[in-house]
């Protein structure tokens, strides 16, 4: 969705016109979920001049109770007005993307979009102009009930690239797209996933900030447009056993004055010594960063054998086995594909974390591993250690633990907010653990 130059009287004048009644400021908390505060449009002067007050102590991850009071900063370049009337009479809401600050006007560290401009001004002290990313969401759709909850029925039984009959969400998926044209997203393709009411929407690269915003609002579109059909859209990773997951595949380069310094063309795989060291970072922290590109117990249902998901750290410049590959394109489109994110990750602190592991491989010119240019699955333990690939984390539980443990990630993120990412994600782990599951029921309840 690309970012316009809108000044305080831009957003004046497009109110007026385009009769916006309300105007919705959002955040993301510390978990990815976006939160926000609507008021009407008489308040849009103390917006502009940011001053709306909120309190903060209610989001999680945010302050204490003695330290509520904080403003929202919006970002005026994200105004953007919903494309469906909200009442009777036409009245319309407008959005715009806020960053959070602190009583006494600094940006507040634990504001995951402050985290992710926070890395991006590091990123330009080691010479660098743009971060840029590229992330592929893929999403399921089910059936509501009669009283409009989410099931688990799948709406379609059609595959990779079927159409109707076989693609019953074809519909859906069109005012998708349509939607997010005329929100000003430009999408490059629409098409049925692996599995049965599996679906992914790619919009062109952007920006890693512009990119994160864009993740979440196009969360918010999927999900509205779903629900007009009766349908729900979730991007849980593993939300049925047997079939692929949703991943975020994240597509990612580093540019300076224009140009992509992942290329170089004097290379075999015309990759730069910036693109080898980006990628001998990430698979150094890969198990660490983990925790954030995959944040919830279901992340680690996905992680799995047999489902296309990635699940060893390695790379490779052709096959689609390892966790890191290396698409065809080349020139200003070379890039690194990471494979593992999945889309219940907060776009703002994974996009921070991975930005991080890639630029402290770049300092310490971290050389990667060999290729591994075979199916990985197809490989045994022996095979796969005598080739340096070891596992991704195979619980939230390990990937918190190796997160705990990682400086450089922990530093990006911020030492006291990732303290209250671990500590949550910990509890979440332990109440996952007293819970007694239909599979144990199923296997063990007749036998012992």
């Known amino acids: 969705m690309p970012k316009h130059d809108y000044t305080k009287d831009d957003i004046r004048n497009l109110v007026k016109s385009e009769n916006v009644e309300f105007l919705r400021l959002t955040f993301t908390d510390m978990y990815g979920i976006i939160k926000n505060v609507e008021v009407p449009v008489s308040q849009l002067e103390k917006v502009l001049e940011n001053n709306l007050m909120f309190d903060g102590s209610s989001i999680d991850g945010f302050v204490r109770i003695e330290e509520s009071d904080m403003y929202l900063y919006p970002d005026l370049s994200t105004f953007m007005i919903f494309p469906w009337a909200t009442d009777s009479h036409g009245g319309k809401v407008a959005r715009i993307i806020a960053s959070v600050y602190t009583a006494d006007r600094k940006p507040f560290v634990g504001d995951p979009r402050n985290v992710l401009i926070a890395n991006l001004d590091k990123m330009k002290q080691q010479g660098f102009d743009s971060f840029n990313i590229g992330t592929e969401p893929e999403f399921f759709l089910f059936k509501l009930d009669e009283n409009g909850k989410p099931t688990t029925k799948l709406n379609d039984s059609g595959s990779y690239f079927d159409l109707e009959p076989l693609d019953m969400g074809e519909n859906v998926r069109r005012e998708i797209v349509l939607t997010l044209e005329e929100m000003g997203f430009e999408v490059e393709a629409a098409h049925h996933e692996v599995a049965p009411g599996q679906h992914e929407v790619d919009f062109k690269y952007a920006s890693a ?109 052709s096959n689609r086995s390892p966790m890191v590959r290396v698409p065809a394109s080349r020139g200003q489109s070379t890039r690194l594909e990471l494979r593992s994110v999945d889309p219940t990750a907060n776009p703002y602190l994974a996009l921070a974390g991975i930005l991080a592991a890639g630029l402290d491989g770049i300092k310490d010119k971290i050389e990667p591993a060999e290729s591994v240019d075979r199916n990985i699955y197809l490989m045994d333990e022996a095979e796969r250690i005598k080739a340096g690939i070891h596992d991704l984390p195979d619980t939230l539980l390990a990937a918190v633990r190796n997160l705990e443990g990682d400086r450089i990630i922990r530093e990006a993120i911020g030492i006291n907010l990732s303290q209250q990412f671990i500590d949550a994600k910990l509890l979440e782990y332990r109440a996952y653990r007293q819970e007694v599951s239909q599979w144990e029921l199923d296997s063990y309840l007749d036998i012992y």
């Open 209 to 317: 900030l512009e990119a994160a915003d864009n993740i979440q609002t196009f969360k918010l579109i999927v999900k509205t447009i779903a629900r007009k059909y009766n349908l729900y859209a979730t991007f849980l990773p593993k939300p049925v056993s047997g079939i692929n997951g949703n991943g975020m595949h994240t597509n990612m380069s580093l540019f300076t004055a224009g140009k992509n310094q992942f290329f170089a063309e004097d290379d075999e795989l015309q990759l730069s010594t910036t693109a080898y060291n980006f990628l001998g970072g990430i698979l150094k922290h890969a198990t660490n960063f983990t925790a954030i590109t995959n944040p919830t117990v279901n992340s680690y249902k996905r992680l799995v054998p047999g489902f296309e998901a990635p699940v060893y750290v390695a790379w490779s410049g």
